[in-house]
């Protein structure tokens, strides 16, 4: 994949651009209760990959979705580029995603009657907005759609289909992308490029990035992996390997 | 946002199409009846324009009751003496009498021609006279002279076969006489067809005589003197007209005889516009149902949206602005598929006997606006709730699999707020119904709405009743259906909401035809009651159909023969007595010999005192004019006379219906006031009782009546209970309508609920179900859903009916089970026949692709 230096815009943001102070997270009552966050505290800096890793049940995905706004904590707080969004009414919250989030999902979520560039868009024009054209071809170019973008997603692989989502995902310049399992519904040939793709995108726009995800390999492009279980971070790594990740994940025994 | 809506519309045809059905259908209604009514109204108005354009002014009786438009009343006919006076007039240049009347064509097997109750007109013409008056043109021949000529309208001519030479039967007041056709006519100008009606023309002496009209005329046209203008041609003559005449100039006439037609025209609008609405009601319950289903399949997508940034609000107008569009498009079908539609009604009508003339189709703004109109605003109305539930989806739906659309905030009071609804609706029913000192209007509003109510309560109790209810009526099919039909009944039963409202739009048809054919069935059996109860002839004579009445000749050609010991007519007519107008009739002496009533004053010899003043009346019509024995009655005739009347016996009639009118007098009298006094029916009692010999012969001696038609007790009521079935018949017709839209939205939900278990379906296959077996699967749970809508359905019409007979005082409650239960197997075959394409596409599902199906 080619990069592109020129044109590439700064971080949208300095410093910490997400973070959560002792986030937990109940679902059910009484003797059925069950606590899928037991107090979560982190910080994500402007232009860092992290990717959240644990086994399924370690509560990640939970975490992932109150970071998002798509989940309300039991207690503790999420503030997203200053703005504290666990006590924010509907519309607010929904102006704030439309600034500031970004989101890829691990079964694509396109838009069936869309065609490719219409759902690269999408967000954009929700907001009654128009796409830059010359940020809109960079996009098309690196997501290497440029001659896919009239094709509607029953006429695109998986992989071009997951591109379609993060151009999606990048095309409002957000504060912070969330990828939930980008790969997870992809060969792993493919998973490799969608990797790339959203390691170029923080190398080159500065995409601030938050990846929750249960593989070695994908963790292995994040500066920083937090590894979870039964809802807590039980370890923190920098940028490393896949080896080392899957070291650590057995030692967590999952 | 909005091209996001357009374009999700435009990739799910399939599902818009299925949304757009139920508009259409009832957009169509709707359209077509306007079409329907204003080409006849146009009709009606082009004839009456012909026929007064070159008349200035015309001269016609005036009905002494019944207020300026005679409603519907034969007004008295003119002395021929004012046509001289009237030609002496300063402003007169022409002016020519004519006499109109009925009479019946009779074709070559001796059998009345007239078809869809439309009139057998007969006027005169003046051969030798100016024809600037005359409507008619020739097609061929000439204009009747003498007494034994006659023209006929050409279409009658050619679809009977009858040619300029042939001798023709033609019924008037008398036996039939036979007259000789010299011309055939027809209407002039753009008048392209008269319905049904039938042209006897003659001169103006042998239509005076045969129709008992000597030195009268029913109408005086009038051209002016140049230089007069109408009004003023009509100021002259107005001194000359008796209190039993009026002018009016001849645009006036032609307008005023174009209202009196457009006043029955107006019935038949509203009363198929009701139709419409009851199908756009139904279509609103399918639309609402279709859009919720959609919208629960949607919920990723819509998540998506959210997470995307869209605004609840967002959602919200791109669901609305879905139904918009869809309700764009189907009343745009809807109004044009009405032209169709109006060609079918028309057909319809034909059918159950109402021809009615035409000229080329009108197709009125006002059917534009108001179809566009009515079926984009209930396809909105339908949209709401779906819409609301639509900004519902939580943007995390968009990451969970198989997450469930949050029920509304007042579900849990679902069944409570329906059954305030419920009993709120009926509260409004029972106002409209018993409450006295209400407008029509406010009547039938509390009606119409409560009528709504009770549907929309009952549609939001439904999802209650249907785990139950479904569990019963899904028993056959598991025993019927192995695994297939177990199946079918539990997923029957898994969206209570949706299935109840799949079958609550099947429940409002099915609750309206119940309650007609209770109604039906009550006015049947208490009819055929009172005429056993009554009906102490032999032999009843009445017209072919049995209702218009007929010449009092008839019943003298029975008299006298052997064997026959009463002939008893029973004469009807009209008048106006405190302050109403009223029906009377009349009766021959020995009345009671053949008529059993119970008398409360007088007696059985009442009949035979009425003498010239005598009259007497029902128990009911004494009671509310507060009347006894004794007690005056002034009683006001057509020509204006009023009879000074004493009461001389109150009768209690049987619940079923009274053979009299609301004052009855004697005959004798009755001939003496009434122009043309006609029998509504005879009674005739022989020595031999009912005998084939005796009703051949009985027969014979009415063959110079062709009109006349003699019956037995049981045909009696038969013949009469045939107008009911009709009518009936016509109902069921038009309230068939709502049940294939209904019919639409079972199709809806089973294609889409196919849809939403492709995998399930998948699933089934791959551990072995066959093709067939899901086939069944489908059909049964169509079954299950349509007899849901019979066992909501019934029991509301039921109660509806129950209702209505308590408030207009109806004879007798009598459930016709065997139309209910008429009524349940077609709802079976109904979903069976609805089951068709969603089985079939549910069958032809592959199943690895299923399997696979994200």
Known sequence: MAVIEEGAPAPAQQGVVVQANDVTRRYGEGETAVDALRGISLDVDAGQLVAVMGPSGSGKSTLMHILAGLDKPTSGNVTIAGEEITTLPDAKLTRLRRRHIGFVFQFFNLLPMLTAEENIVLPLSIASEKAEPRWLEELLHDTGLTDRRKHRPSELSGGQQQRVAIARALVSRPTILFADEPTGNLDSKTGGEILDLLRHSVTTYGQTTVMVTHEARAAAIADRILFLADGLIVQELRSTTAAHVLEVMSSLGS | ?854
């Not at chain 2, 002494?64 to 007004?75: D, Q």
């Not at chain 2, 043109?137 to 009858?162: C, L, M, N, Q």
């Not at chain 2, 909501?792 to 004879?811: F, Q, R």
């Open chain 2, 1 to 854: 946002m909005i091209g996001v809506a357009l374009r999700g519309l435009a990739g799910r045809k399939l599902r818009a199409l299925l949304t757009a059905v139920s508009i259409v259908l009832g957009v169509a209604m709707i359209s077509g009846t306007y079409v329907l009514t204003d080409t006849i109204k146009a009709a009606f108005g082009t004839v009456f324009n012909e026929v007064y354009k070159n008349t200035d002014a015309v001269i016609t009786g005036k009905s002494a009751i019944g207020g300026r438009a005679n409603n519907g009343i034969t007004p008295p006919s003119l002395p021929e003496s004012l046509l001289g006076r009237v030609r002496g007039l300063p402003g007169v240049a022409v002016a020519e009498g004519g006499v109109a009347d009925e009479a019946k064509l009779v074709d070559r097997n001796n059998k009345v021609i007239s078809s869809g109750g439309a009139p057998n007109l007969a006027f005169s013409v003046d051969p030798k006279g100016d024809q600037r008056f005359n409507p008619l043109v020739k097609t061929s021949g000439r204009w009747p002279s003498g007494s034994s000529e006659i023209a006929i309208d050409t279409k009658t001519a050619s679809e009977k076969h009858f040619a300029i030479g042939d001798t023709i039967g033609v019924l008037t007041r008398g036996p039939l006489k036979e007259f000789r056709i010299v011309g055939l006519v027809k209407f002039g100008g753009r008048v392209s067809s008269l319905g049904g009606a039938t042209l006897a023309i003659f001169d103006l002496p042998t239509a005076q005589r045969i129709f008992h009209k000597q030195g009268k005329l029913d109408s005086i046209g009038i051209a002016a003197r140049s230089g007069v203008s109408p009004a003023e041609l009509v100021s002259q003559v107005r001194p000359l007209l008796p209190a039993t005449a009026q002018v009016r100039t001849g645009a006036a006439e032609a307008k005023q005889a174009a209202k009196d037609t457009n006043g029955f025209l107006n019935i038949l609008e509203y009363f198929l516009l009701a139709f419409g609405f009851v199908a756009l009601f139904v279509g609103a319950f399918v639309i609402a149902n279709t859009l919720g289903i959609t919208i629960a399949q949607r919920m990723r997508e819509l998540a998506t949206l959210r997470t995307l940034g869209a605004t609840r609000r967002q959602v919200y107008w791109s669901v609305v602005l879905e139904a918009f569009v869809i309700g764009v498009i189907a009343s745009v079908i809807g109004l044009f598929l009405g032209l169709a539609l109006a060609k079918l009604l028309n057909a319809l009508f034909v059918a159950f006997g109402i021809d009615l003339p035409q000229v080329g189709t009108v197709f009125a703004t006002r059917t534009v606006i108001v179809a566009l109109v009515v079926g984009v605003f209930v396809t909105l109305i339908a949209a709401i709730r779906p819409a609301i539930r639509a900004t519902r989806v939580e943007p995390i739906a968009a990451v969970r699999e198989g997450a469930l659309l949050p029920p509304s905030r007042f579900a849990r009071f679902g069944p409570y707020i329906a059954v305030v609804v419920i009993g709120a609706a009926l509260g409004l029913m029972l106002i409209g119904l018993f409450v006295s000192g209400l407008s029509t209007k406010l009547r039938l509003l509390s009606l119409g709405v409560g009528a709504l109510a009770v549907f929309i309560g009952v549609a939001m109790l439904a999802p209650t009743l249907v785990p139950p209810v479904a569990r019963v009526l899904g028993w056959p099919a598991t025993r019927l259906g192995g695994a297939a039909g177990m199946l079918a009944r539990g997923n029957s039963i898994r969206n209570p909401s949706r299935t109840a409202s799949t079958a609550s739009a099947l429940m409002i048809g099915l609750t309206l035809v119940t309650l007609v054919s209770v109604l039906a069935a009550g006015i049947k059996t208490t009819f055929a009651d009172s005429v056993n109860k009554l009906f102490s002839a032999d032999y009843a004579l009445t017209s072919q159909n049995g209702f218009t009445p007929t010449s009092i000749a008839s019943e003298s050609a029975l008299r006298g023969l052997p064997g026959v010991e009463v002939v008893s007519g029973v004469r009807a007519g009209e008048g106006e007595a405190f302050g109403h107008r009223i029906g009377v009739t009349a009766v021959e002496p020995d009345v009671t010999t053949v008529v059993d009533v119970k008398w409360l004053a007088g007696s059985v010899q009442t009949p035979a005192q009425l003498g010239q003043n005598g009259a007497f009346v029902a128990k009911a019509y004494a009671k509310s004019h507060n009347l006894e024995a004794g007690s005056p009655i002034y009683l006001k005739t057509p020509t204006g006379t009023t009879l000074e009347l004493k009461l001389l016996g109150i009768f209690d009639p049987p619940k079923g219906g009274s053979p009299f009118g609301e004052v009855t007098i004697s005959a004798k009298r009755f001939d003496r006031e009434y122009a043309n006094p006609q029998n509504l029916f005879a009674f005739v009692k022989t020595s031999s009782g009912v005998t084939d010999a005796t009703t051949a012969q009985l027969k014979r001696a009415l063959a110079r009546f062709p009109d006349a038609k003699i019956q037995t007790r049981s045909q009696f009521i038969n013949t009469q209970e045939r107008g009911i079935n009709l009518l009936l018949k016509l109902l069921y017709v038009l309230l068939s309508l709502s049940i294939v839209i209904s019919l639409f939205g079972i199709v809806n939900t089973l294609v889409l609920t196919v849809f939403e278990r492709t995998r399930e379906i998948g699933m089934l296959r791959a551990v072995g179900m066959t093709r067939r077996q899901v086939r069944n699967m489908i059909r049964h749970e169509a079954i299950i859903t349509a007899l849901l809508g019979a066992a909501l359905g019934i029991p509301v019409g039921i109660v509806l009916a129950l209702m209505v007979g308590k408030a207009i005082n109806y004879p007798a409650f009598t459930i016709p089970w065997t139309t209910l239960i008429v009524f349940v197997v077609a709802a079976i075959i109904a979903g069976l026949v609805a089951a068709i394409f969603p089985a079939r596409r549910a069958g032809r599902l592959n199943v690895l692709q299923a399997l696979q199906y994200e």
